[in-house]
């Protein structure tokens, strides 16, 4: 038979006390707004310039992102290999150079 002693009753609470404390600093440090103290990516929302995607090469500029998802589906529909980014000038579908003018036949003639 087991026998509890006073110091388990007293030494659980104040672990776990102290565990929820530890929780606490560590989610104040990882979602901290401090300058280099999170570890939480941030994102910067604010529209791009065209030319800001490196060697992707732009092909088409749409006004809103559903109009971007159906041609990037389109693209990749057809083993194109494309992404859309949001630019200062709408949503613009992206692909790699060697696939451009198949990229802009297959979305002229659609």
């Known amino acids: 038979m087991d026998l509890v002693y ?11 006390i102290a565990l929820a404390g530890v929780m606490v600093l560590l989610c104040r440090w990882a979602f901290s707004k401090a300058k280099g103290g999170s570890l939480v990516r941030r994102v910067d929302t604010r529209p791009a310039d065209r030319d800001a ?21 389109k693209l990749k529909t057809f083993g194109i290999k494309a992404t859309a980014a949001r630019t ?22 659609s």
């Open 6 to 16: 006073a110091e388990q009753y007293f030494l659980f609470p104040v672990v776990a």
């Open 53 to 73: 995607f490196g060697l992707l090469t732009d092909i088409r500029t749409v006004p809103n992102y559903n109009e971007a998802r159906v041609l990037v589906s």
């Open 88 to 109: 200062k000038d709408g949503w613009t579908i992206y692909v790699w150079p060697r696939d451009e003018a198949a990229a802009r036949g297959l979305l002229d003639h």
